[in-house]
């Protein structure tokens, strides 16, 4: 009976996490899309400026410099949403690529470049995976989520798509 009791606490928990993780990306989703439109607007502001004083021979002036810094403000908030929902996911971007690759990962999956070390421990997860150093490589890794493939140098699991392993950065056939 006490197996069942927590089975049953360890279930609510987990669902009681991942429905928190869901609303808090809906929430940093809606920021997104309010910050993205935010800089649509200026855009349109913008061309619409230039366009009246070139349209009258006018010069350019204060007016672009507030806009410019109106606009590199709504960026910034872009990106940290950005960082908050893949926090959030568990994942990463490539930077060559824009591929998303899991946080832990060393390699990107699509074009195989080694992720640096410094992005990985900018803002992990609360629950982040913390590899052992004392077990074998495909026990270190994260857990594995749908279709996996084992890379045949490493033995590490990697998702099916994966072109590349994402722990030691071997093509994965």
């Given at each position: 009976m006490a197996e069942i009791r927590e089975t049953l606490v360890n279930f609510t928990k987990n669902a009681s996490k991942t429905t928190g993780d869901l609303i808090k990306t809906a929430k940093l989703n809606i920021s997104l899309t309010s910050e993205q439109a935010t800089i649509k607007n200026l855009y349109t502001e913008i061309g619409k400026k230039v366009h009246e004083i070139y349209q009258y021979g006018g010069t350019l002036g204060k007016f672009f410099d507030e806009k410019y810094l109106e606009l590199e403000a709504a960026e910034r908030k872009i990106a940290e949403i950005k960082e908050q929902i893949a926090v959030i996911k568990g994942i990463r971007e490539c930077p060559?690529?824009?591929?998303?690759?899991e946080r832990g990962a060393e390699f990107c999956p699509k074009c195989g470049i080694r992720l640096e070390a410094a992005a990985m421990a900018?803002?992990?997860p609360a629950e982040a995976f913390i590899p052992d150093a004392q077990s074998p490589a495909s026990n270190s890794k994260p857990p594995a989520h749908g279709p996996q493939r084992a890379c045949r140098v490493c033995g590490a699991?990697?998702?099916?798509?994966?072109?590349?392993?994402?722990?030691?950065?071997?093509i994965v056939d």
């Open positions: 060559k690529c824009g591929k998303n690759a900018e803002a992990p699991s990697n998702d099916a798509d994966t072109k590349f392993c994402l722990f030691c950065g071997r």
